[in-house]
C-alpha cells in the first residue's frame, strides 16, 4: 500500500512540476543531486544515476 501511494505522489508531483515549470520529476532530482554533488557539482554520469535511482539493472543488450 505504501509503494502504491508514493507511485502516485511521484506522478503527481511530476505532473505538477511538467505543468508549471516544464520540468520533469526526473530532471529535477537530477538537478538535485549536481547541487549537492561535493566535487562542484559535477558527477560521472553512472554516479547520477545510481543517486536519483535510475541506474538499470539490466545488462547491456
Do not use: F, K
Not at 500500500?1 to 505522489?9: D, N, T, Y
Not at 508549471?20 to 549537492?36: K, W
Amino acid at each position: 500500500m505504501a509503494v502504491r501511494l508514493l507511485g502516485r505522489m511521484e506522478r503527481r508531483l511530476d505532473e505538477a512540476l511538467q505543468r508549471r515549470h516544464a520540468l520533469p520529476l526526473s530532471e529535477y532530482r537530477a538537478m538535485c543531486a549536481l547541487i549537492r554533488a561535493e566535487n562542484g557539482g559535477a558527477l560521472r554520469m553512472g554516479e547520477l544515476a545510481d543517486r536519483i535511482g535510475m541506474r538499470s539493472t539490466a545488462g547491456p543488450g
